[in-house]
């Protein structure tokens, strides 16, 4: 049988990882309840316009709110000149993929969970997903595709 620690050292899981763009492997910290490996990934956008446009783009369930719900929510943000609260369904199915996402309000981020069998561990099919959704990502301009510079 193999270990956890050995699959994430394999050249072959360490290869697919570094074909993602945004996608990192967070390790545990250890000592904390629920604390496993996770397979990260985190767009940000400019403003809380582009934030909803995104999020309707990748097809989260989301509920904007104009005054403050009495149900405890995130904090407000501002899309055009109006205050809103947003609730919204953590778990996702983006593109098709199924995803965990966190909203951060005050940045206008989407981070994206790619674990797909374990809270604790990464396969190696979490990493292949996570690609095909970066290039989704990108056929909708939500992700700029880096490109080397040639001197």
Request: charged share 25%.
């Amino acid at each position: 049988m193999t270990s956890t620690n050995e699959i994430y050292q394999s050249e072959e899981f360490k290869s697919e990882l570094r074909k993602c763009q945004i996608f990192r492997l967070k390790y545990p910290r250890g000592g904390q309840y629920n604390d496993g490996y996770k397979l990260l990934g985190k767009i940000t956008l400019s403003d809380g316009k582009e934030l909803l446009k995104a999020l309707d783009t990748i097809g989260v369930t989301y509920f904007l709110y104009s005054q403050e719900p009495a149900e405890w929510c995130p904090p407000a943000f501002i899309v055009d000149t109006e205050n809103c609260w947003m609730k919204y369904e953590n778990q996702s199915k983006c593109f098709g993929f199924r995803t965990y996402i966190t909203i951060g309000i005050s940045d206008f981020s989407i981070e994206f969970n790619f674990n797909s069998t374990s809270w604790y561990d990464v396969t190696l099919d979490d990493v292949k997903q996570a690609i095909c959704f970066e290039k989704a990502l990108t056929s909708h301009d939500l992700l700029v595709v880096e490109t080397e510079m040639k001197v």
